[in-house]
């Protein structure tokens, strides 16, 4: 019997597969400490993940029986990949499964920044009608700077052009003449810097791009420059940020996700000028989340099977 471990919430649908396999079980323990996890580790085949528990070194090494992690998602920086190689495991996740929700949450997000709408509707709320003082900016006619052009930034390029957009893009891994057929323009990120009104990061975190969105990035972009983050919070260097909206010179800012989640109370995006927050919610919808559930355990239970491994990010020789 395989028996596996979901030590984060995962959706219903993914729940009612397992409880279908005629060959597997689980268990579904959430808000395990570390210590706990290490102690039932040796039991399990598979570990399946969101991003809330981190499959270190020292987990993974409990895993005496461990032949897959499986992320219900697309980042993978909670898992340690080498060590995951080094034991045989297998670490996939499940690309394009909530890539629309996340592409949906930054034009919310670059929507609603732009025109005060959680402040208005405080306002209202405290009744209040001041609508003058909730005069917005548009979309249309404005340029958007996408940092990172997989699945998500393309789906962001599509809705922003709908809106009347210009796109300039930076990935390093995207051809130009690729870009150019769905109208963006691939640039070097200093361009994408100097040319964006509004700048949407959809990049993993690397060593090359760990708080690549510093001061002296800033300083290359436009004064009044938008910026949204709904990828990862090590992307961006906080307090340089925050210094820069408390100057001025960030117009705004949509932030989705921190360097720690959930941020530390002296976070200093917390207090910071102009800055709507919301709670790593880019891939939480309820297609998203069904999607992702029932991707991941269809995974893990073929690669366990040994009948067919996709979406691994390691490669095991
Ligand atoms: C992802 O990497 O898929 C998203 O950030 C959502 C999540 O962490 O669950």
């Known amino acids: 019997m395989i028996n596996i471990l979901i030590s984060d919430k995962l959706g219903t649908a993914g729940l009612e597969m397992l409880d279908q396999a005629e060959d597997a079980r689980y268990d579904m323990k959430t808000g395990l400490s570390k210590e706990e996890l290490i102690a039932i580790m040796p039991e399990y085949d598979g570990l399946i993940i969101r991003s809330g528990t981190q499959a270190d070194a020292d987990l993974l090494a409990a895993g005496t029986k461990l032949k897959v992690v ?59 009608w001041n609508r003058s003082q909730f005069a917005g900016g548009e979309l249309h006619g404005k340029v958007l ?46 361009d994408v810097f100097a040319q964006a009104d509004y700048l ?71 207090n910071a000028s102009n800055v709507l927050h919301t709670p790593h919610l880019g891939a939480s919808t309820v297609e998203a989340q069904r999607n992702v559930a029932t991707q991941v355990v269809s995974q893990v239970l073929d690669c366990i099977r040994g009948t067919e491994t996709r979406n691994a990010v390691n490669n095991l020789s």
């Open 70 to 128: 499986g992320r219900a998602g697309i980042g993978v920086d909670n898992i340690d990949i080498p060590a995951a190689t080094e034991r045989n495991i297998v670490v996939m996740n499940t690309p394009g499964s909530n890539s629309v929700a996340t592409a949906e949450q930054t034009m919310t997000l670059m929507l609603a920044v732009s025109r005060h709408t959680v402040a208005a509707h405080n306002s209202l709320a405290a009744k209040e």
């Open 200 to 270: 949407t990061l959809h990049t993993a975190v690397t060593p090359e791009t760990t708080k690549m969105i510093d001061g002296e990035a800033i300083r290359k972009m436009k004064e009044g420059v938008i910026i949204v983050n709904v990828a990862r919070g090590k992307l961006i260097d906080e307090a340089a940020l925050a210094d820069a909206l408390n100057s001025g010179y960030v117009k705004a800012a949509a932030i989705d996700v921190y360097t720690s989640e959930p941020p530390a109370d002296d976070n200093p995006l917390l």
């Open 145 to 190: 700077g996408i940092v990172g052009f997989g699945r998500i930034g393309h789906l962001v390029s599509e809705r922003a052009q709908a809106f009347g957009m210009t796109v300039v893009a930076h990935d390093p891994f995207v051809k130009a003449e690729d870009a150019a057929k769905v109208n963006v323009s691939l640039v070097d990120l200093d």
